[in-house]
């Protein structure tokens, strides 16, 4: 980390902030420019936050050179990380698809669902037990029965699931249900209880960005979660909010290369969210693999015009099963396998 | 709500969507233009969200008419809501002033500030005890401890309190301790069930408006907390996050009027961490109340430049009191009383 | 357009505006719902603006439902629109490659970078000669001279040639040069003056969108020139402005898939003023090309290190070849050709 | 400038940087921290772009220390420039208001609102005779013989005219007819030729804020008028562009402060444009005054209804001097007079 004084910093200032800074466990190497002292911060600055020191009078500056994270930065772990849920390998060679619908309505419609992604190629089910909805009046999710239905429709073809925890005081539940790989939704990426909850768990963890977050503060969040044990953080890009509305949300597919580039944990894309049409989901997967990503999250329903939620961005089984031919193709020429 | 239905869409399709929505217990009256088929709903219609039609293929596009909320709306309840925090009336004539420190330190920095606070006119002391950060690695409150010397503090002084619940678990804590006003942060706007929870409760609630945001979604959160029962609900502008990097967030005042507008609940804003400079707050503030609001929120350290946490947007007490003193002069121009 | 009056709409209110819609030309249907009126207009509305009606204090709402522009109109013009570039396809099966330096600096530099993009096998040689820099102290381009020196170097590699336009003023020397594709820049998107200047030429024109120009904004601006008569028009995503900083700006691949949708101009992509770094650059193209654009527009420099003008996100002719290479793999995939 | 080298970098490649640099005139201050080599640079680095040494693949970061501006920085000239528009005082104790309608439409029009602004206590007309207009279908202004109106009406009340320049070429047509103050709207804040040229003229500018524009490149926009010879720059806030939709834009209030503290210029504030809606212009009108702009400008117009452009945000001349009459009392609690 490096901080500017002030033109006019008395030696004084300059003295107490470094002898602060020494306290606190920080070598600090002192450079005099023509009308500016600038100092450099040595030692484990990843746990300092620059605007620790705005708050001094005399500094005016301050450039953090060090990332803020550091289980989740590629600097400190340069080889990919691969996160093994129940058996299906996540940031490796192979892609990873994960597809259902977006909601658990009936036994009925999660078994056709999980059967018709199975047989089109996914290696895991999805499907909100939970929803988190911003009206109070909408459709909030079957919770535990939707749960129930949704891991007895996954065992019967054989496929892991992935579904979201909105509240701490369901980890019991979804522990011994045994739900294999779980979601924190978008809503929820700051809620730094949950974080820490989760993160004293053994079982993998999908963390999707946040709305508004920055790349920097979603691998806060996922930090949150190492640093408590649990080191199987799955990243999923669902599209920022931006001032264009022709789209749910804007699909930010340079954070796929970017996250490559400061961690090492997987990412994955979820194109159903962040465009919220169903006509573009194909378009979106294709380039999200080509982006780089480890894999997609899709929306799949067998009916989706009466989905109870989200019907607009759901694709049916057989535009998934066309999507999934294509990303079969695709994945060779990007390196990868489906 | 408005739906236009594509211009090719076959009658059958029509009618089967009009069907649907007699079944939810709309009344629905169709006017055939020129080339395209336009339903009007009619009904409860703030229950229903725009997307849930848009999956239907024939559907073009969906505009609401009445809002999505109905508890926090003006149109149901058209005199502006006074709420009663410990006796203290927030939306009504009289400005209200909550400050205090952003954290809790000590019992003599949390004494030496609330004592400040009191006599230069502040209704409620703020200070923070569970501190939402987005490191793992800074610090994250005193917690129970500090809820503890708050509380004693704002005794002394006699002032009710206002702090920060970032997890339903601590509810019983926040009750048996007595806070005055229950402050969600603005990383919990959309934590629906902290929402509900809050909302199955006596005691007044602080909602402050998420990064990214809405108007309509702020609103539509504080009616998640009233329709549990809790009526008590004030709104809190925080800054939005926009492109702009000069300050920390982008302060929205047209949201005060907005709010009013479209709300009978009381809104307040809160110019520290909104700008993130202490050398912005007095400005802000002034602007606040001159764009309407029932009052605002700072942040006052009596040592800002070696605060445990943003330091840099703290004023000190003598600052302080130099704005209650200009306050209180534009108080009356806008037709208040400080 | 459908028009929604307020509740307390007064009947004669309602047939003022009717009269005056009947006298601007449009025929109005009037449907009672059970509370306010509701008018649909019909005729070409694609000429009018919401916000027009917005001034009338009776007027509650005003949805399009026609979008507002009509030559740019995929639903006036079903195919996809070819253009022709001095024998360069843009729009069609095979996919088209812009290729260059950010600014011309030397004859020698020009020269090796159109010998090197050519024989990887660009399809236009690019090259900046009038340079819009956020300073007035940066570089501003060669000018005149930077012009000759790319038309030469374009003509020994018989390559047809883009580059920015910024002022009206220079279309004579553009001409006479014979400039065969004239860009205009993101900032000058909404110059509506030099707009409709080039809109009276028939040379092609690639319109870069605006930093923060919505999607329908940026068809209204080709609009703006294929008003004036000029139909050749190429459209180019460049990144937009969001609150994320981690890249320069935030490409919006959704946008190639939505302006697909919405019209019939061919679109590419610009995947280095997008990100910024010439390490995400390769990423980008890849995954502009999977989402459908029709070509990409990306920086060459035989030394970026000492590039005039944006070296940070210039690859080298090697790394050129090599996503060349790439590229020409994945065309197929998506049913192009390079 | 700080440039701080890759951990890795080599001595050769330190070295060569500051060879470089020594070149262009800055002396280089190197240390050398525990991992890392930090070069300070000393000089006229307000003339650098802090992208120009992120093309070095040695290079890290780049922290600008000194502002990329000079003539419009507050710390190159620390007093308040006051500007004389035809003996108006813009920038001094007293407050300006710049009022009129959106568009000028007739003689009687113009007429009108002149006399009742001027009765009022407006110092300036403002009136758009050149419109801007994101269709090439609306109304696009009444242009030369609308500039002739406004500047008869303007002469009639004695009241200095200003208005929107679109482009350089009427240029001579402004000139003759003697505006006043010339505007340049927010969609060409970096239309860097037509900056360049009027700063050439003697005549104020009033340089309007880029709908993305952060306030450092809208300070660069005036210093490119500045750098040409026209000190007479006045700087007007009118809403950025962000994901609320309630309002037309977002007005950005914090601007006026952050303007106030790096530029001596002065800033008004136009709460119509940014707003979009009439019931919003009085309050943040007060809120820009009490935020410490130098005065505002503001949509008025005798028929809002049925206005040819902007109805919808402009007030009636009644509500203007219901406004004046607030913010007269208002001025003195800001240590300001009208």
Redesign the interface.
């Known amino acids: 980390m490096?901080i500017?004084m002030k033109q006019n910093a008395p030696l004084t200032a300059v003295e107490n902030l470094e002898t602060e800074l020494n306290n606190r466990g920080f070598?600090v190497?002192r450079?005099?420019?023509?009308?500016?002292v600038?100092l450099?911060l040595?030692g484990d600055t990843?746990?300092l936050?620059e605007?620790?020191f705005?708050?001094?009078?005399w500094v005016?500056?301050v450039?953090r050179?060090q990332e803020?994270?550091k289980r989740a930065s590629r600097s400190f772990h340069p080889q990919n990380s691969i996160i093994d849920v129940s058996g299906v390998k996540v940031g490796g060679k192979k892609l990873v698809v994960m597809a259902g619908p977006c909601s658990i309505e009936t036994p009925e419609q999660i078994h056709t669902v999980a059967q018709a992604v199975k047989n089109s190629g996914a290696s895991l089910l999805r499907g909100g037990a939970f929803k988190?909805?911003?009206?109070?009046?909408?459709f909030q999710g079957l919770r535990e029965k939707g749960l129930d239905m949704l891991i007895e429709a996954a065992k019967d073809v054989q496929l892991p699931v992935v579904t979201e925890l909105?509240?701490?005081?369901k980890i019991g539940t979804f522990l011994e249900k045994k739900v294999d790989l779980i979601q924190i939704g978008a809503?929820?990426m700051?809620?730094?209880?949950?974080l820490?909850a989760v993160g004293r768990l053994n079982v993998p963890v999908l963390l999707k960005r946040g709305?508004?977050a920055?790349?920097?503060?979603w691998l806060?969040s996922a930090?949150?979660i190492m640093?408590?044990g649990n080191q199987n953080v799955i990243l999923c890009e669902r599209g920022?909010?931006?001032?264009?509305?022709?789209?749910r949300n804007?699909?930010?597919?340079?954070?796929?290369?970017?996250v490559k580039?400061r961690s090492h944990l997987p990412v994955i894309v979820d194109p159903s969210h962040?465009?919220?049409h169903r006509?573009?989901v194909e378009?979106?997967a294709?380039?999200?693999?080509?982006?780089?990503a480890d894999g997609i999250m899709c929306e799949v329903h067998n009916d989706?015009?009466?989905?109870w939620c989200?019907?607009?961005e759901?694709i049916t089984p057989e535009t998934f099963d066309h999507l999934m031919g294509?990303l079969r193709?695709?994945a060779p020429?990007?390196g990868r396998e489906l």
Chains 1, 2, 3, 4 share one sequence.
């Open positions: 490096i500017v070598k190497s450079s005099q420019g023509e009308s500016k600038v450099g040595i990843f746990k936050d605007r620790d705005l708050g001094n009078e005016e500056k450039m050179v803020p994270y988190p909805r911003t009206s109070p009046y909408s909105m509240s701490a005081d809503r929820n700051q809620n730094f209880d949950l820490r709305l508004s920055t790349i920097d503060e806060m930090e949150y640093s408590e920022i909010r931006t001032f264009e509305k022709a789209t804007t699909l930010d597919l340079s954070a796929v290369t970017v580039r962040a465009t919220g006509w573009m378009d979106m294709m380039a999200a693999i080509a982006a780089g989706p015009e009466h989905a989200d019907g607009a759901s294509r193709q695709l020429i990007v």
